[in-house]
């Protein structure tokens, strides 16, 4: 059996091109960058090279990238990070905005600081579609807003936030303040298809993660602008400028930045796989009643199709479509497994039921027209057979 994989989302293949220019820190160039013989000499020379590329795509210095072992890393760094070194300094408890939409990584770090009372958090809410209304960040600054972090693409369903707009707007806030508000965003599901320019985009803190664009999992990178004070969280050697201790991943991260070299190469991909999703998008709109599509259909990531169907539940389909060898998720691959609905959807005012029938896919650099062929072909008569077993499809669908 053909099996397609349209959850590029969660995770993708390491790129062959990346394998290869990891494989020599394997084997040969497997010094430690803190020593001083020639065999370190050659892995801190990588390090520089790779953190002098990954700068580069993110229009910063390389003084400002520290390598991670991956999203949620960054995340964690980020917000624990920067509360951390300003909580022994002030007098007020720290205030955090932040969205109901973000990633767990950043979501669950921020109820972690509220239950050890070291934060306060507000949760800024979307509109049905996940977009955040800039107004809302201004209407929730307080004197003691210390952090702003608000994710640049969503990974369930896809909806870009007005980052460069929030951006600008903290900046001109901090012209008026003594104490700094910071801004962090989560870019983790933006690197492939976004202008991630830390400069255009006017942010403080940005969170990568390479294996969501073709580089290996368990490394990522956080970009963290000059002048930002931030409390390390992992304590022991030197490492990435005293801020996060422990012998760097080399081979990871020199792949880490092969991936970004190949995102810029390889743009012009985009179109086909943006292509793909329409065609995807409008197949199941055709072919299918009582399907929403979630998230914003303009402001999206161009590799994302999301939705609900209504009175069955997309874990159903989900299994169904893997019996036929077609890969996808409900939703983030983290909460994949629980049988709460996606806070996501919740969030966009979604009741529980219809939040069950969510449905991810996401597409990549190797999804064919023929992949979303298949899948228009078998996805309809899997729905209706759903439906016909679900007594929920049988009253409101009359099949
Ligand atoms: C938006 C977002 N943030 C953070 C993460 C966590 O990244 P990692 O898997 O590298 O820890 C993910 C992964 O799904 C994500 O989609």
Not at 32 to 47: I, W
Not at 65 to 71: A, E, K, R, V
Request: contains cysteine.
């Amino acid at each position: 059996m053909k099996r397609i994989y349209l959850d590029y989302a969660a995770t993708g293949p390491t790129k062959p091109e990346v394998l290869k220019a990891m494989e020599p820190f394997f084997l040969q160039k497997f010094g430690n960058p803190s020593s001083l013989h020639s065999f370190g000499q050659e892995t801190r020379a990588a390090l520089d090279k790779a953190r002098g590329q990954v700068a580069k795509f993110l229009n910063c210095k390389s003084g400002e990238i520290l390598f991670t072992s991956g999203g949620t890393e960054s995340d964690n760094l980020a917000i624990l990070g920067v509360v951390f070194e300003y909580y022994h300094q002030a007098k007020n408890k720290p205030h955090i905005i932040t969205s109901s939409v973000e990633h767990h990584a950043v979501l669950h770090t921020c109820q972690y600081l509220e239950k050890k009372s070291e934060a306060e958090v507000t949760y800024i809410k979307t509109d049905n579609r996940g977009l955040i209304n800039p107004e809302d960040i201004k209407k929730a600054m307080k004197p003691n807003t210390l952090l702003v972090s608000i994710m640049y693409a969503n990974n369930e369903i896809g909806t870009v936030e007005p980052i460069r707009e929030i951006g600008k707007y903290i900046e001109k806030v901090n012209k008026d303040r003594d104490n700094k508000v910071y801004f962090h965003t989560d870019a983790v599901q933006a690197i492939e298809y976004l202008n991630c320019d830390v400069k255009y985009l006017h942010v403080d803190l940005l969170s990568l993660s390479a294996h969501k664009f073709g580089g290996p999992k368990g490394v990522g990178a956080l970009f963290v602008k000059e002048g930002t004070a931030i409390k390390r969280l992992i304590h022991g050697g030197d490492q990435e400028y005293h801020r996060r201790a422990g012998t760097e991943n080399v081979p990871g991260i020199v792949g880490l930045a092969k991936a970004i070299e190949l995102v810029v190469r390889d743009k012009s991909k985009n179109e086909k796989i943006r292509k793909l999703r329409d065609k995807l998008i409008q197949g199941i709109g055709k072919k299918i009643p009582d399907v929403i599509l979630t998230g914003d259909p303009k402001n999206r990531l161009l590799n994302n199709a999301s939705f609900c169907f209504n009175f069955i539940e997309g874990e159903s389909i989900l299994i169904n479509l893997d019996l036929q060898g077609v890969a996808v998720s409900t939703g983030s691959a983290c909460s994949s497994g629980s049988l709460d609905p996606s806070h996501v959807l919740i969030a966009c005012g979604f009741d529980h039921q219809t939040a069950q029938g969510s449905l991810r896919f996401t597409l990549g650099e190797q999804t064919t027209k023929e992949d979303i062929d298949y899948v228009l072909s078998i996805l309809p008569d899997i729905v209706k057979k759903l439906r016909k077993m679900s007594p929920f499809g049988r009253k409101n669908v009359g099949v």
